[in-house]
Nanobody
Framework: QVQLVESGGGLVQAGDSLRLFCAASGRTFSDYGMGWFRQAPGKEREFVAHINWSGGLTYYTDSVKGRFTISRDNAKNTVNLQMNSLKPEDTAVYYC????????????WGQGTQVTVSA
């Protein structure tokens, strides 16, 4: 089992920045690729960003490229999401998730943290 706890959400204005944090415990953190997802009211959960086990490979959904940066610290068992130039459409609950190496699905999820961007 892997336990994931997100933090760092809040209410900001359009154009502001916010940094989300995800702390992992339970298993060897470097055995997992890590992702961030989000779910806006009335919409399905969508992929935001992923970072592989070593931190050497990242990818993003098109709508956040150039604005968001995912990073990880395997010594501290944390993965972060730096969000710049936030837009109202970024408003959502953001979830951290863990994907075992060699697998295509995310097996573990955090409880989510709310990000609200006002116009």
């Amino acid at each position: 089992q892997v336990q994931l706890v997100e933090s760092g959400g809040g209410l900001v204005q359009a154009g502001d920045s916010l940094r989300l944090f995800c702390a992992a415990s339970g298993r060897t953190f470097s055995d997992y690729g890590m992702g961030w997802f989000r779910q806006a009211p009335g919409k399905e959960r969508e992929f935001v960003a992923h970072i592989n086990w070593s931190g050497g490979l990242t990818y993003y959904t098109d709508s956040v490229k150039g604005r968001f940066t995912i990073s990880r610290d395997n010594a501290k068992n944390t993965v972060n999401l730096q969000m710049n130039s936030l837009k109202p459409e970024d408003t959502a609950v953001y979830y951290c998730a863990a994907r075992p190496r060699g697998r295509v699905s995310y097996d573990y999820w955090g409880q989510g943290t709310q990000v609200t961007v006002s116009a």
